[in-house]
């Protein structure tokens, strides 16, 4: 029901994206719906803020971002994410999402412009954590807003659960700990950094509870 609720907040436009893209959300990693939901909650909830959020933007983006996942066997996402994660591999999902975001949102009749600019940050939204793309990537307002809020979204206590026990082997948890801090400190806006600083001390309590 709280979802639900949070579905019935969105404008028809893009309720229609992700009315479309609903099969291939539960088609993907676990957890990665309720990402979605969180992430959803998250930008309605800021979009009164000091950062200007374009929701048509945004919104859209929340949902699409993490789609590529859906074109993974599930045995294969230990090597997309967690202790045995291999060199890039976030570009395999970033690249496969973008095809299957460009194909919902024609499907959608979303905004032609508006989508080609959420395709685009789909096919890059992980660059931070690929060799040879980096922070400079984020080279516009929106490709900045949407990283940072996907961090935050990356603080959801529900989604850390799922992911210290599925992909983080005990022996390495200081190592994926490291990475989440360092995910956090590159931040771009100081209202999303006091945020994610927040969040993260409850997610500091669950790396205690995975190293015992």
């Known amino acids: 029901m709280v979802n639900g609720k949070i579905i019935e907040r969105l404008n028809p436009e893009v309720r229609k994206v992700f009315e479309k893209a609903k099969p291939y959300l ?8 309720e990402h979605v939901y969180f992430m959803l909650e998250t930008i309605l909830n800021l979009k009164q803020k000091k950062v200007n959020i374009d929701l048509s933007i945004m919104l859209p983006l929340a949902i699409l971002h993490d789609i590529g996942h859906c074109g993974v066997l599930p045995e294969h996402f230990k090597y997309l994410t967690g ?3 291999i060199k890039n591999a976030k570009l395999v999902h970033m690249l496969t999402g973008a095809k299957i975001a460009k194909k919902i949102l024609e499907e959608s009749d979303y905004d032609p412009e508006k989508s080609k600019e959420i395709i685009e940050i789909v ?3 992980d660059a931070g954590q690929v060799e040879g793309m980096g922070l400079e990537a984020y080279n516009t307002p929106n490709k900045k807003i949407f990283h940072d809020l996907d961090r935050i979204g990356g603080l959801d206590v529900k989604r850390i659960r799922i992911y210290l026990s599925k992909y983080v082997d005990k022996n390495k948890i200081d ?3 490291e990475e989440f801090v360092k ?3 590159g931040i771009f806006h100081k209202e999303f ?20």
Do not use: C, N, V
Request: charged fraction near 50%; avoid cysteine.
């Open 26 to 33: 539960k088609e993907s990693r676990e957890g990665d719906i």
């Open 83 to 85: 202790s045995e994660k």
């Open 123 to 125: 096919s890059m939204h």
């Open 175 to 177: 190592k994926i700990r």
């Open 183 to 185: 995910s956090t400190k």
């Open 193 to 212: 950094q006091e945020t994610a600083k927040e969040m993260f001390k409850y997610i500091d309590k669950l790396f205690d509870e995975k190293r015992k």
